[in-house]
């Protein structure tokens, strides 16, 4: 067993980890760079803000939504033959968009086909992490979590480059083929060997428990399995969570598509524009590994939810700066600032999922809450275009993105001090039956010094932070 460990851990794991790096940069970080597109392709197809801002948020939306596919895929294809699909259609999918004519075709290639590429390749690389990984996992995840910080770093800062040199048809092109480096990434995740030790395999489901073809009682034990309808119907907790994110969603992700355009149109330059969502990629470079190691501290355990709804509420607040100025040495501020509270909610958004929800029932509740996280993903780029179009002021998109946060954040810290009361207050039996997942600090303790099985869950889930 320890030689098992040791090959698990040997020289390739880093490799794989370098490839993990790599993936969470060309995916994760790539929808932030979208926004110094926005006017261009707004001019180029005659369309509206909330017109525009659908591609965005179909792409972001799929990167999410794809997570219970990814995950059949993997269990039947492996990691290494998930990412590749994933790298291919992602290239594919910019390709393509690189010739579309109308709007409509953008949203097919460069919004569906890519996303859900990007989808397969990080979620899979995430995967893979995780088998190669057991001793020094949470060091490993920390790391891959710097890849993310790095593409939204570099990512805009390319864009700017090549809209200038190649226009957005080239800068597309382009893209295709870095993207395709998630195929390379992919290539070098070797699939696991059948010496490793079964706690170091099971992350992936067994051929046994692997939906059959054609079999409706099989297909709707797999929905179960990655769709936890159950949890959402019994869990209170899992509820107001979920119910709490999916409204702080509308708001959070209007910042990464508006503040390029809101700073050029109060005539911010568009290279020192371009630069702010670079400010906010490099300040995560240190802030979200060190957000992540921080609470996943057993000290925290009990907190988390708190502290999430606090860096949701720091969030909202913050987006109140750009309506007070748009002068560029404001903005700058603003994005540090804006980076703190991102960094938070990246690195605690699944810990807390962790801590509401049974360990044996987190895959599915996680594949249900990224569902439902990616219609708000969906909706809330083209609702926060039609209010500017309908106003004409970049004002209202950030009131509309503090709005949302602010008071889901209130919602979330308020419904957790009640359950919370509730659960002290009652009997044991009574907090049982209405809050199936009462003593989170309690079950974290032990699920911590449980099965590897367990670990995996904990200690791999958040890295796909938003």
Same mark, same amino acid.
């Given at each position: 067993m320890p030689q098992a460990l040791k090959r698990s851990e040997g020289c390739w794991a880093w490799v794989v980890l370098?490839?993990?790096?790599?993936?969470?940069?060309?995916?994760?970080?790539?929808?932030t760079c979208i926004g110094i597109f926005f006017t261009e392709l707004q001019r180029e197809f005659q369309a509206s803000n909330s017109e525009t801002s659908w591609f965005p948020s179909i792409l972001t939306a799929m990167l999410h939504a794809?997570?219970?596919?990814?995950?059949?895929?993997?269990g039947c294809f492996g990691c290494r033959a998930?990412?590749?699909?994933?790298?291919?259609?992602?290239?594919?999918?910019?390709?393509?968009?690189?010739?579309?004519?109308?709007?409509?075709?953008l949203y097919l290639t460069a919004g569906f086909i890519t996303g859900l590429g990007m989808c397969f390749s990080f979620q899979s690389s995430i995967t893979a992490l995780g088998l190669y990984f057991t001793r020094w996992r949470v060091l490993a995840n920390a790391l891959a979590s710097a890849g993310v910080s790095l593409g939204i770093t570099l990512w805009p800062l390319l864009s700017r480059y090549l809209l200038e040199e190649l226009g957005w048809r080239g800068t597309f092109l382009i893209f295709g083929g870095v993207l395709l480096h998630c195929c390379v990434c992919g290539a070098v995740v070797r699939p696991v060997p059948a010496s490793m030790t079964p706690e170091a395999r099971e992350g992936l489901p067994s051929p046994s428990k692997r939906p059959s073809r054609g079999c409706p009682a099989a297909c709707g034990r797999a929905i179960q399995r990655h769709l936890a309808f159950d949890v959402l119907r019994d869990n209170v907790g899992y509820c107001v969570y979920t119910l709490g994110v999916v409204w702080m969603i509308m708001g959070f992700p209007l910042p990464h598509v508006f503040l390029v355009p809101?700073?050029?149109? !109060?005539?911010?330059?568009? !290279?020192?524009?371009?630069?702010?969502? @670079?400010?906010?990629?490099?300040?995560n470079i240190f802030l979200r590994p060190?957000?992540?190691?921080?609470?996943?501290?057993?000290?925290?355990?009990? !907190?988390?939810?708190?502290?999430?709804s606090l860096a949701a509420l720091l969030n909202g607040l913050t987006n109140l700066v750009c309506v007070v100025s748009a002068d560029f040495r404001v903005l700058v501020g603003y994005c540090l600032v804006y980076s703190v509270s991102m960094s938070?909610?990246?690195?605690?958004?699944?810990?807390?999922?962790?801590?509401?929800?049974?360990?044996?029932?987190?895959?599915?509740?996680?594949?249900?809450?990224?569902?439902?996280? @990616?219609?708000?993903?969906?909706? @809330?780029?083209?609702?926060?275009?039609?209010?500017?179009?309908?106003?004409?002021?970049?004002?209202?998109?950030?009131y509309m993105s503090s709005f949302f946060l602010i008071s889901a954040a209130l919602f979330m810290g308020g419904s957790f001090c009640v359950l919370g009361k509730k659960e002290r207050q009652g009997p044991r039996a009574e907090a049982e039956g209405a809050v199936p997942a009462a003593a989170p600090e309690q079950r974290l303790a032990v699920e911590d010094t449980g099965s590897p099985e367990k670990r995996l869950c904990v200690e791999i889930m958040y890295v796909t932070s938003v």
């Open positions: 370098l490839a993990s790096v790599v993936t969470q940069g060309l995916t994760l970080g790539f929808p794809g997570g219970p596919l990814c995950s059949v895929l993997v998930t990412m590749l699909l994933g790298g291919v259609l992602a290239s594919l999918g910019m390709v393509a968009g690189s010739f579309c004519r109308t709007l409509g075709q809101y700073a050029v149109r !109060h005539g911010v330059d568009e !290279h020192k524009a371009a630069l702010l969502i @670079s400010i906010i990629g490099f300040s060190m957000a992540g190691l921080l609470a996943g501290r057993r000290e925290f355990a009990g !907190h988390r939810k708190y502290l999430f938070g909610i990246g690195a605690l958004i699944f810990q807390v999922l962790m801590d509401i929800v049974p360990m044996d029932r987190f895959s599915s509740a996680l594949g249900l809450f990224t569902v439902l996280e @990616s219609i708000s993903i969906l909706i @809330s780029p083209p609702l926060a275009g039609f209010l500017l179009d309908a106003t004409d002021d970049f004002s209202y998109v950030f």
